[in-house]
């Protein structure tokens, strides 16, 4: 729908986009950009209608958005730096996306990434970072996942560094986009599947410094689990389930 590259110094703020072809709003080489009170709607099974796109840009502000498209509701693209995403509401949609990441070779890093109070409802992801399995100069450093409500979401936790849809032409050398440096804190809510912490790590650059505090995902009522290879960094306090970081 609408689209700004190369700019800097924009504001963007009470815009609603119905209905775009593709993506709905797209932040390129950007500088110093705020939007807010944005609303964004699409149908669920619309695909890559990703609703806010940001990448190659520094100092970027998302505030109070309501979202509900076919594909990500945020998506975080290589050489994103300094983005704060604060009051979100994603569903339907695949959730809040840093990635997909490792594209090719040279590929700039995410950096100091902050998502806070998130809502996301019956929506495939909640809080996702993808790469493609190989090999890739990119790298996520310092992200801070902090307040959110998973209402019966798919994969409410998930880092998949193994990304590759629809499963064919698969590269398979193993991803070299280095995770380092993740904070999930005061994440509660509904799993729509048993496995509701994912952590698919690649194994040639294991995710590091990944920090838990303040989690509590359930399974319809019952208890959920994780599933985490390639992982570690530290949990502290009450993180349900538990077990993905030993
Ligand atoms: C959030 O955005 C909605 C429009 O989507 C607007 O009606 C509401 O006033 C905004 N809330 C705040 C606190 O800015
Ligand atoms: C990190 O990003 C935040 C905005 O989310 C900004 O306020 C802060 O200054 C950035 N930190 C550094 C070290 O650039
Ligand atoms: C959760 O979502 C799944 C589909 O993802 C659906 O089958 C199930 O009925 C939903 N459960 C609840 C409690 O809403
Ligand atoms: C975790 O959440 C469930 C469902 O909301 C709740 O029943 C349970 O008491 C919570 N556990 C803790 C330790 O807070
Ligand atoms: C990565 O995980 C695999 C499978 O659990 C394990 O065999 C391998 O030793 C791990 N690699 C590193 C570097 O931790």
């Known amino acids: 729908t609408i689209r700004f590259m190369d700019s800097y110094n924009v504001k963007i703020i009470g815009v609603l986009s119905l209905n775009s072809q593709l993506f709905h709003i797209v932040i390129n080489r950007c500088n110093n950009v705020k939007i807010e009170d944005a609303r964004i709607i699409a149908p669920g099974d619309s695909p890559n209608t990703d609703g806010i796109h940001i990448q190659k840009s520094t100092d970027i502000e998302v505030r109070n958005a309501s979202i509900k498209?076919?594909?990500?509701?945020?998506?975080?693209?290589?050489?994103?730096k300094n983005l704060m995403v604060d009051g979100i509401t994603c569903g339907p949609g695949h959730g809040i996306s840093i990635g997909s990441l490792a594209k090719g070779l040279e590929e700039?890093?995410?950096?100091n990434v902050t998502v806070k109070k998130a809502v996301f409802v019956r929506t495939d992801n909640?809080?996702?970072?993808?790469?493609?399995?190989?090999?890739?100069?990119?790298f996520v450093e310092r992200v801070r996942f902090l307040g959110a409500l998973?209402?019966?979401?798919?994969?409410?936790?998930?880092?998949?560094?193994?990304?590759?849809?629809?499963?064919?032409?698969?590269?398979?050398?193993?991803?070299?986009?280095?995770?380092?440096d993740v904070i999930y804190s005061g994440i509660m809510g509904t799993s729509a599947k048993k496995v509701a912490i994912k952590m698919d790590c690649s194994e040639q650059f294991p995710c590091t410094q990944i920090r838990m505090q303040a989690i509590n995902l359930t399974y319809h009522g019952g208890a959920a689990t994780t599933a985490c290879i390639n992982v570690s960094g530290k949990q502290l306090g009450l993180v349900i389930p538990s077990g993905c970081i030993r």
């Open 150 to 180: 998973m209402v019966n979401v798919s994969n409410p936790i998930l880092i998949d560094q193994n990304y590759c849809p629809g499963d064919s032409y698969c590269p398979t050398e193993g991803s070299g986009i280095k995770i380092n």
């Open 69 to 80: 498209t076919g594909d990500d509701c945020i998506s975080i693209g290589p050489g994103t």
């Open 108 to 111: 700039d890093g995410v950096e």
């Open 126 to 138: 909640g809080l996702r970072i993808k790469s493609w399995p190989r090999f890739s100069k990119g």
